[in-house]
Nanobody, 115 residues
Framework: QVQLVESGGGLVQAGGSLRLSCAASRSIFSINIMAWYRQAPGKSRELVAAITDGGRTNYADSVKGRFTISRDNAKNTVYLQMNGLKPEDTATYYC?????????WGQGTQVTVSS
Protein backbone atom coordinates (compact mmCIF):
# COMPACT_ATOMS: atom_id res chain seq x y z
CA GLN A 1 0.00 0.00 0.00
CA VAL A 2 1.10 3.55 -0.69
CA GLN A 3 2.22 5.61 2.29
CA LEU A 4 2.03 9.38 2.12
CA VAL A 5 4.18 11.65 4.25
CA GLU A 6 3.55 15.38 4.44
CA SER A 7 6.19 17.96 5.27
CA GLY A 8 6.99 21.63 4.90
CA GLY A 9 4.60 23.19 7.37
CA GLY A 10 5.58 25.83 9.86
CA LEU A 11 4.77 29.13 11.48
CA VAL A 12 4.57 32.14 9.22
CA GLN A 13 3.18 35.65 9.33
CA ALA A 14 0.21 36.69 7.26
CA GLY A 15 1.27 37.30 3.70
CA GLY A 16 4.04 34.75 3.88
CA SER A 17 4.59 31.61 1.85
CA LEU A 18 5.17 27.93 2.42
CA ARG A 19 5.68 24.96 0.15
CA LEU A 20 4.28 21.68 1.34
CA SER A 21 5.49 18.34 0.06
CA CYS A 22 3.76 14.98 0.00
CA ALA A 23 6.13 12.10 -0.54
CA ALA A 24 4.70 8.77 -1.62
CA SER A 25 6.41 5.52 -0.77
CA ARG A 26 5.52 4.04 -4.12
CA SER A 27 4.81 5.21 -7.63
CA ILE A 28 1.86 7.54 -8.05
CA PHE A 29 1.70 7.17 -11.80
CA SER A 30 -1.36 5.01 -11.46
CA ILE A 31 -3.15 7.43 -9.14
CA ASN A 32 -5.36 9.62 -11.25
CA ILE A 33 -6.11 12.36 -8.74
CA MET A 34 -3.97 13.52 -5.84
CA ALA A 35 -5.16 16.18 -3.46
CA TRP A 36 -4.41 18.32 -0.45
CA TYR A 37 -6.84 18.57 2.42
CA ARG A 38 -6.78 20.59 5.61
CA GLN A 39 -8.46 20.48 8.96
CA ALA A 40 -8.60 23.22 11.55
CA PRO A 41 -9.53 22.57 15.19
CA GLY A 42 -13.26 22.18 15.59
CA LYS A 43 -13.83 22.02 11.86
CA SER A 44 -14.28 19.22 9.40
CA ARG A 45 -11.61 18.28 6.92
CA GLU A 46 -11.94 20.11 3.65
CA LEU A 47 -10.54 19.65 0.19
CA VAL A 48 -8.07 22.39 -0.65
CA ALA A 49 -6.71 21.45 -4.05
CA ALA A 50 -6.59 18.51 -6.42
CA ILE A 51 -4.57 17.56 -9.46
CA THR A 52 -5.03 14.88 -12.08
CA ASP A 53 -2.28 12.82 -13.62
CA GLY A 54 -2.64 15.06 -16.65
CA GLY A 55 -2.06 18.23 -14.67
CA ARG A 56 -5.61 19.50 -14.46
CA THR A 57 -6.20 21.31 -11.18
CA ASN A 58 -9.09 22.37 -8.99
CA TYR A 59 -9.03 24.61 -5.94
CA ALA A 60 -11.30 25.57 -3.11
CA ASP A 61 -12.61 29.08 -3.60
CA SER A 62 -10.92 30.18 -0.40
CA VAL A 63 -7.43 29.45 -1.76
CA LYS A 64 -7.86 29.99 -5.46
CA GLY A 65 -5.28 32.40 -6.79
CA ARG A 66 -3.04 31.92 -3.78
CA PHE A 67 -2.25 28.20 -3.73
CA THR A 68 -0.81 26.04 -6.49
CA ILE A 69 -0.82 22.27 -6.50
CA SER A 70 1.66 20.34 -8.62
CA ARG A 71 2.97 16.82 -8.92
CA ASP A 72 6.23 15.24 -9.93
CA ASN A 73 5.47 11.64 -10.73
CA ALA A 74 9.14 10.82 -11.26
CA LYS A 75 9.80 11.82 -7.66
CA ASN A 76 6.54 10.40 -6.36
CA THR A 77 5.81 13.76 -4.82
CA VAL A 78 2.92 16.21 -4.74
CA TYR A 79 3.44 19.82 -3.77
CA LEU A 80 1.32 22.68 -2.53
CA GLN A 81 2.78 26.13 -2.95
CA MET A 82 0.98 28.52 -0.63
CA ASN A 83 1.37 32.23 -1.12
CA GLY A 84 -0.35 35.15 0.52
CA LEU A 85 -1.14 33.09 3.58
CA LYS A 86 -3.93 34.23 5.85
CA PRO A 87 -4.69 33.37 9.49
CA GLU A 88 -7.71 31.40 8.31
CA ASP A 89 -5.34 29.07 6.46
CA THR A 90 -4.14 27.78 9.82
CA ALA A 91 -4.76 24.04 9.88
CA THR A 92 -3.17 20.65 9.62
CA TYR A 93 -2.62 19.83 5.98
CA TYR A 94 -2.86 16.33 4.58
CA CYS A 95 -2.41 14.77 1.20
CA UNK A 96 -4.42 11.89 -0.14
CA UNK A 97 -6.09 10.70 -3.26
CA UNK A 98 -9.41 12.06 -4.39
CA UNK A 99 -11.67 10.48 -3.43
CA UNK A 100 -9.64 9.91 -0.31
CA UNK A 101 -8.72 6.50 1.03
CA UNK A 102 -8.67 5.99 4.76
CA UNK A 103 -5.45 4.00 4.65
CA UNK A 104 -3.60 6.91 3.03
CA TRP A 105 -4.10 9.47 5.80
CA GLY A 106 -0.79 10.37 7.38
CA GLN A 107 0.29 12.63 10.21
CA GLY A 108 -0.18 15.78 8.20
CA THR A 109 1.88 18.92 8.53
CA GLN A 110 0.89 21.89 10.65
CA VAL A 111 0.55 25.31 9.11
CA THR A 112 0.09 28.24 11.45
CA VAL A 113 -0.36 31.76 10.13
CA SER A 114 -0.15 34.65 12.55
CA SER A 115 -1.70 38.05 12.01
Amino acid sequence: QVQLVESGGGLVQAGGSLRLSCAASRSIFSINIMAWYRQAPGKSRELVAAITDGGRTNYADSVKGRFTISRDNAKNTVYLQMNGLKPEDTATYYCNTHPSRVEYWGQGTQVTVSS
